[in-house]
């Protein structure tokens, strides 16, 4: 397994906490290059600390502050990650935010935030990294839930995760 992530470089959004800073460890004890991303930089340099534990060596861990509901900042995204590394071989759309909320008590400023942060990020991102991807054979993995395709949740996460899903 090991061989299989050594050299490659993973772009992780939303990976400063969590599941996102769960995978990075990992990635980084199979000897991926990192380029994390997210909004709160105390908690990505903690987390870069965890991967540089974890085997990762300094330079091959890069640092994006984010807002991946920002069309500039995902630009900026992977412009950095191809300027540092020169290529991209794995995009994990991890970013996401939990709302609750129904068609009947939530409103319609909570449905466009997750659609924003949940969806649109996710659809610019990969269209912006998949030319490169093509370049490495690479791959995207997009988190999504169980939610997505069966569950009690409330009516915009459904939404959400049915169509990151298909994406
Ligand atoms: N935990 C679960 O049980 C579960 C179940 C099903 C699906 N999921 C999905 O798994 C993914 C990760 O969930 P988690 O539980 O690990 O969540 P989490 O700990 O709350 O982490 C969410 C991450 O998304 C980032 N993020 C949120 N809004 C952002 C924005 N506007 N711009 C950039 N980054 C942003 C946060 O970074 P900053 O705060 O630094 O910006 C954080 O690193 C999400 O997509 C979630 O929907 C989770």
């Given at each position: 397994?090991?061989?299989?992530?050594?050299?490659?470089?993973?772009?992780?959004?939303?990976?400063?906490?969590?599941?996102?800073?769960?995978?990075?460890?990992?990635?980084?004890?199979?000897?991926?290059?990192?380029?994390?991303?997210?909004?709160?930089?105390?908690?990505?340099?903690?987390?870069?600390?965890?991967?540089?534990?974890?085997?990762?060596?300094?330079?091959?861990?890069?640092?994006?502050?984010?807002?991946?509901?920002?069309?500039?900042?995902?630009?900026?995204i992977v412009d950095s990650t191809l300027n540092h590394f020169g290529k991209l071989d794995i995009l994990i759309n991890n970013a996401g935010i939990l709302q609750t909320g129904s068609v009947e008590s939530g409103s319609l400023q909570v449905f466009d935030d997750i659609m924003l942060v949940n969806v649109r990020s996710v659809y610019l991102l990969s269209q912006l990294a998949i030319p490169h991807l093509k370049k490495t054979k690479g791959n995207i993995v997009n988190v999504s839930s169980i939610a997505g395709l069966r569950s009690k949740q409330p009516v915009e996460k459904n939404v959400r995760k049915n169509l990151v899903s298909t994406l």
């Open positions: 397994m090991a061989k299989l992530f050594a050299e490659k470089v993973a772009l992780i959004t939303g990976a400063s906490s969590g599941m996102g800073a769960g995978t990075a460890i990992h990635l980084a004890s199979l000897g991926c290059k990192l380029s994390l991303t997210g909004r709160n930089s105390q908690n990505l340099d903690k987390v870069i600390q965890d991967c540089i534990k974890a085997g990762a060596k300094d330079g091959d861990i890069l640092k994006t502050i984010a807002d991946v509901s920002q069309e500039e900042d995902l630009k900026k």
